[in-house]
Nanobody
Framework: QVQLVESGGGLVQVGASLRLSCVAS????????MGWFRQAPGKEREFVAA????????HYADSVKGRFTISRDNAKNTVYLQMNSLKPDDTAAYYC????????????????????WGQGTQVTVSS
């Protein structure tokens, strides 16, 4: 069973930056696609970013493209989400996801195979 633990969320002002981290348990991290989703109060969960097992391919939601960067360190079993120029609309709980597939897709489900989810970390952007 894979366990994912997110960290790095917080309360920031408009225009600030945050870096989220997600540490995965187990020995399968380096061969699996990873991603981030988010869910704002009263809204459906939405895709944010995904990265293939080798970091060769990434994909972003249009709403974060150019502001957010997903990366991974397979030696540390960690995936990151660097978030710059934060806006109030970025306020949400952010969830780390690991798929059992190695590659990502540019349309749903973005991360293939069975999915494992973390508990989430809250990001609040105040104006």
């Amino acid at each position: 069973q894979v366990q994912l633990v997110e960290s790095g969320g917080g309360l920031v002002q408009v225009g600030a930056s945050l870096r989220l981290s997600c540490v995965a348990s187990g020995r399968t991290f380096s061969s699996r696609a990873m991603g981030w989703f988010r869910q704002a109060p009263g809204k459906e969960r939405e895709f944010v970013a995904a990265i293939a097992w080798s970091s060769s391919t990434t994909h972003y939601a249009d709403s974060v493209k150019g502001r957010f960067t997903i990366s991974r360190d397979n030696a540390k079993n960690t995936v990151y989400l660097q978030m710059n120029s934060l806006k109030p609309d970025d306020t949400a709980a952010y969830y780390c996801v690991q798929g059992t597939a190695s590659l990502i897709t540019v349309s749903p489900p973005w991360i293939g195979g069975s999915q494992y989810w973390g508990q989430g970390t809250q990001v609040t952007v105040s104006s």
